[in-house]
C-alpha cells in the first residue's frame, strides 16, 4: 500500500485528467471474447515495452474459464480501496473490481494502459484520463448465448437476463471503436492490436509536445 501512497502523492500534483499516454478501455457484454482479444494482442506484442495490460483485482476468484486476475476477499478489497490502492474500482454482477493505482502513473509516463472494465465507468474514465480510447467488443446474440452457456456458471435464465440487459446499453462519446468477435479470434486481435498501434503512435506523438 506505501507504493500506492507514493504514487498519490506524486500525482497530486498533477492536473486531472492524466495526459502524456493512453488508457485503453475494452468493454462489451458477457461472451464477447474481451479477455480472448485482449490475450492475443498480448501476445502480438509480447516484446512491446510501451503496453501495459493490467492485471485487475477482483472479489471473485480465478478460474480457468475467466481472466486471470489477483483475487481479493470482500473485506480485503474495502481495506485496500480504503488505502488508496485503486486509480478506480467498480461493482459488477455481484463482484468488486478494481484499475490498480499504478495505472495513472504508467499512463502519466507516455504508456499505453489496456484494461477490461465496465461500461458504466467510462465516464469517470474520461475525467481520469485525457486519452482515452474506448474498444467495444461485441459479437452476435447467438454467439453471446452459446459462449456464455460453455461457461456453466449461470442457468438459461440468467444467461437470457444477461443478454437482454447488454441489448440496452449504447456506447457515446468521442474514440470509440467497435469490433465484431463473432468470427475467428485472430480477426478481431488484428483490428485490436491496430488500435493499440494507432495509442502507441498518438503517445509517441504526445510526449513530444
Known sequence: MMVSALIERELSAETFPIRDGVFVAVVGPSGAGKDTVIGYARNHFADET????????????????????????DAAFAEAEADGAFAISWEAHGWRCDIPADVDWSVAN????????????IPSLRERYANLAVVEITASPEVLAERLAMRGRESRGEVLARLARSANVTL????VTSIDNSGPREAAGERFAEVLRKAMAFSDMSGLI
Open 50 to 73: 510501451r503496453l501495459e495490460f493490467v492485471r485487475r483485482v477482483i472479489t471473485r476468484p480465478s478460474d480457468a474459464a475467466s481472466e486471470d486476475h489477483d483475487t481479493l476477499a
Open 110 to 121: 507516455g504508456r499505453v494502459a489496456v484494461a477490461n472494465v465496465s461500461r458504466a465507468i
Open 172 to 175: 457515446s462519446g468521442p474514440g
